[in-house]
Every structure is written in structure tokens, then in C-alpha cells.
């Protein structure tokens, strides 16, 4: 049996390991930026102070170099204004970009624990879908076994018209009318007492199984006076008497036991030939195990 995990929780992940990524990218283009910046400004530092050394040295030959003075001066100026402008526009630019990193790394960091709690949760869904896998994995064991062992306690009956299979999960013990039941009666014949008693005694072993009890029958009407009144209340009569020898084994559960009739509205075989009607009179005891523990892990899972 297979069981799989919400795909909404993986998409999710996926996108939020992008955002992430993205995230990280743009925090290294401001990085970037900012190194620029800085760089340039240092540029700036160091023809501020090349210029000051010129003015400098003009002032001692200011008589001779007054005119080349006044030039520096003034290109001193413009400079100097240059350079504050540029020194206030990149303080700005710096602040804002800081601004923008703190806010980039509270991000980060919501985002970080988003991501965190979401692997947390997928976590826990993991191992609780392992102990899932593990459990009915272990109801499947314990279903062949109980297959098994009533294959071998029915083993004297194999040829007359009982069959024991696994399918879907659950073990079928399959007896055809011969066995069991004279035609339009429900009282359990010496031979098919046996062989029920044989079943209860595996069951009385096996508490945890659910037992249905279904009588089928095949297509033909029910004509026999008495106080049956048609197929379906025939093949009811006849499970409740199956229920009836099961519950004689005091070690069986009499919780666990269900008795249905389904009629004739759940052949094998067809109505139309003589085998076919053959196989559809029958009783089949349904054991099922318990899934209580698998539905309080998948409501915990989901």
C-alpha cells in the first residue's frame, strides 16, 4: 500500500529556497554598489588633498604666482564644492543602502525561519509517513500469516468447495453451498460445522480481525413456502447461522462479528450456466484487520 506526501508543502519549499536565493543576489548587487561608491569618494579624498598641496606652495610665491594662484583657487572651489556635493549624495546613497541591507537581513531572516519551521514540519510528516509505511506493512505480515494458518487448518476441506485468498488487504474464506447448506435451507450441515469450527478456532486466536459473515446466492427465485421470503432473506439467514456456530467459540470477540445477506446481487459467477450458479451460492467470511492505529496517523499527518 502506498501513501505519498502533500505536494502543496513541497511547492512551497521550492519557493521560498528561491525567494532565498534571490534575496541573497540582490544583497551582493548593494554590496557592489556600495564598494563603488566608496571608492570614488576616496578618489575624491586624494584630489582634495593633491589641490591643497598646490594652494599651498601658491601662497608662498603669491607675488610671483598670484594669478596661477587665484586659477587654483578657484578650481580649488569648484572642487571642493564638487566634492561635498558628491560626499552628501554619497552619504545618502550609503545610508539608504544600509537601510536597504537591514531591511534585505530582517528578510533573510524571516525567510530563513519560514523555511526552517516548514523543514521541521516536513520532518515530523516523514517519519510520521515511515511509522505509516512501517505499521501497515506489519498489518499486511500479520494478514498473510492469518491466510496461512487457515489455509493449513482447512486444508481437509481443500476440493469441496472452499477456497482461502489475500486481496486488497483482507483474507476471503470462500464456501460454496455444498458444503454448507441443503438447497433452501440455512441450517449448517455436519461437514460445513466442521469446517466453520475450524475458522473460529483461528479467529479465537486472532481477536483484532473484523469478521463479516456475507450469505450470497445465485439468480434463481425463492419459491419454497415457509418464512423465507426471497433470496435476500434467505442468504441473511444463512450468514446470521454461520455467526451462530462462530459465536458457540468463546474465544471469539462476538463484537467483531457481522452478519449480511447481499441476495444474489453480488455474483462470481454467471447465472447463466449451472457451475456459475454453483459458485455464486456461497459464504464468504470477510476478516479484516483493525485500522484504527492508521486512521489516528493519518489524521495526524494531515
Known amino acids: 500500500?502506498?501513501?505519498?506526501?502533500s505536494c502543496v508543502s513541497k511547492k512551497i519549499y521550492n519557493d521560498l529556497e528561491s525567494k532565498f536565493t534571490d534575496l541573497k543576489k540582490e544583497n551582493r548587487t548593494v554590496e557592489d554598489e556600495n564598494a563603488e561608491l566608496?571608492?570614488?569618494?576616496?578618489?575624491?579624498?586624494?584630489?582634495?588633498?593633491?589641490?591643497?598641496s598646490d594652494l599651498n606652495k601658491s601662497k608662498s610665491e603669491l607675488n610671483k604666482w598670484k594669478a596661477d594662484y587665484a586659477s587654483a583657487q578657484n578650481r580649488f572651489q569648484v572642487l571642493e564644492d564638487s566634492y561635498a556635493a558628491l560626499e552628501k549624495n554619497s552619504g545618502d546613497a550609503l545610508q539608504?543602502?544600509?537601510?536597504?541591507?537591514?531591511?534585505?537581513?530582517?528578510?533573510?531572516?524571516?525567510?530563513?525561519?519560514?523555511?526552517?519551521?516548514?523543514?521541521?514540519?516536513?520532518?515530523?510528516?516523514?517519519?510520521r509517513l515511515q511509522e505509516l509505511e512501517d505499521l501497515i506493512a506489519a498489518k499486511e505480515a500479520s494478514?498473510?500469516?492469518?491466510?496461512?494458518?487457515?489455509?493449513?487448518?482447512?486444508?481437509s476441506f481443500e476440493g469441496k468447495g472452499l477456497t482461502v485468498e489475500q486481496k486488497n488487504g483482507k483474507?476471503?474464506?470462500?464456501?460454496?453451498?455444498?458444503?454448507?447448506?441443503?438447497?433452501?435451507?440455512?441450517?449448517?450441515?455436519?461437514?460445513?460445522?466442521?469446517?466453520?469450527?475450524?475458522?473460529?478456532?483461528?479467529?479465537?486466536?486472532?481477536?483484532?480481525?473484523?469478521?463479516?459473515?456475507?450469505?450470497h446466492t445465485d439468480d434463481d427465485a425463492f419459491t419454497a413456502s415457509g418464512p423465507i421470503a426471497d433470496n435476500w432473506d434467505l442468504s441473511t439467514k444463512r450468514?446470521?447461522?454461520?455467526?451462530?456456530?462462530?459465536?458457540?467459540?468463546?474465544k471469539i470477540n462476538k463484537q467483531s462479528l457481522t452478519a449480511a445477506g447481499r441476495g444474489e446481487f453480488s455474483p462470481l459467477g454467471n447465472n447463466s450456466t449451472a457451475e456459475g450458479k454453483a459458485k455464486n451460492r456461497r459464504i464468504e467470511i470477510i476478516l479484516t484487520p483493525r485500522l484504527d492505529e492508521i486512521?489516528?496517523?493519518?489524521?495526524?499527518?494531515?
Open 96 to 127: 539608504n543602502n544600509m537601510k536597504k541591507n537591514r531591511d534585505l537581513l530582517e528578510q533573510l531572516d524571516e525567510k530563513g525561519k519560514v523555511l526552517a519551521l516548514e523543514q521541521e514540519r516536513l520532518s515530523k510528516s516523514g517519519q
Open 1 to 5: 500500500m502506498a501513501l505519498s506526501t
Open 38 to 52: 566608496l571608492q570614488d569618494k576616496n578618489q575624491l579624498e586624494l584630489d582634495r588633498d593633491a589641490l591643497i
Open 239 to 250: 450468514a446470521t447461522a454461520i455467526v451462530t456456530i462462530l459465536s458457540e467459540n468463546k
Open 295 to 302: 486512521s489516528k496517523m493519518l489524521n495526524d499527518i494531515n
Open 171 to 215: 483474507v476471503y474464506v470462500s464456501m460454496e453451498n455444498k458444503l454448507l447448506f441443503n438447497s433452501g435451507s440455512w441450517a449448517v450441515g455436519s461437514e460445513g460445522k466442521k469446517a466453520i469450527i475450524e475458522v473460529g478456532k483461528v479467529l479465537g486466536d486472532n481477536p483484532d480481525i473484523s469478521v463479516l459473515i456475507e450469505g
Open 143 to 155: 494478514m498473510r500469516k492469518l491466510k496461512e494458518t487457515l489455509s493449513k487448518a482447512l486444508n
